[in-house]
């Protein structure tokens, strides 16, 4: 049976004097995969750094509570340890360390446990077959010099390999092409199961396909405004944020 994993409620989030969110609700159960989708500048991006524990984002008003526990003065590494997994929109260049070193000390620090190294480098290397990831990226410095593209399906990579409990994807498939995006897809289906939950932040529904979405939101200045299926998505597709944004429909 599913448990409430996620639970935000009456969330206001500002940077410095401006708020961004306000009074924004959210419930994820295990096993269930919510859309978030919204126009530029809505918040979307804000509310998954909210939830990782950004230090630049300050929680102003309400709760986050995750799979039991109240995480909202929790720094970043906690939440983490917790089982809370973020990639980001744009994923930033670390010199000097290699992606294997990267996934491995990574894993160490969320499980607690060094892992044997036959068996971690076996299921990386699988892992990258499946990605469509030269195996030589393994010991290259973690997103120097890779494309667009190579960063998303890293992002992708890393969350197989850490297997949280909440995996939050900010606009993974923006700037990729049409094989890339299929990729992608691939790894977050391979992930998908009724023991993790997926709040995934897009644009382009591509990076849905062939995957069961329960719940759609829609997030307009700084909260969220409708909650539906994921028919919901052909409406938006249809209609345009501004229908929303015009209050057409609301919870």
């Not at 096993?31 to 630049?56: C, D, F, R, Y």
């Not at 010199?95 to 990386?124: C, D, H, Y």
Request: proline share 3%; aromatic share 6%; charged share 25%.
């Amino acid at each position: 049976m599913s448990h409430e994993l996620l639970k935000v409620e009456n969330l206001q989030v500002g940077v410095e004097d401006k708020v961004i969110l306000d009074k924004l609700n959210l419930t994820i159960r295990s096993g269930e995969t919510h859309v978030l989708m919204g126009p530029n500048g809505a918040g979307k991006s804000t509310l998954g750094n909210a939830i990782m524990g950004h230090p630049q984002y300050n929680i102003c008003q309400g709760s986050i509570v995750f799979d039991g526990d109240d995480i909202t003065n929790e720094p970043t590494d906690v939440r983490a340890k917790k089982g809370i997994f973020l990639s980001f929109q744009n994923p930033e260049e670390v010199p000097g360390i290699a992606l294997g070193n990267f996934l491995r000390v990574s894993r160490e620090a969320v499980t607690g446990e060094a892992p044997r190294i036959l068996k971690f480098q076996k299921e990386m290397r699988g892992l990258m077959d499946s990605l469509e990831i030269d195996q030589e990226y393994a010991s290259r410095y973690l997103n120097v010099g890779f494309s667009g593209g190579e960063k998303k399906k890293s992002e992708i990579l890393q969350m197989l390999m850490l297997n949280p409990k909440l995996a939050i994807l900010d606009e993974t498939d923006s700037g990729l092409d049409v094989d890339a995006v299929k990729v992608v897809s691939k790894g977050i289906r391979q992930f998908r199961s009724d023991k993790n939950s997926l709040l995934i932040i897009t644009h382009n529904a591509k990076i849905l396909e062939g995957l069961k979405v329960d719940y759609v939101h829609v997030l307009v200045n700084g909260t969220i405004v409708h909650t539906g299926g994921s028919s919901l998505i052909q409406e938006i597709n249809e209609k345009g944020f501004q229908f929303f944004e015009a209050g057409g429909v609301r919870n």
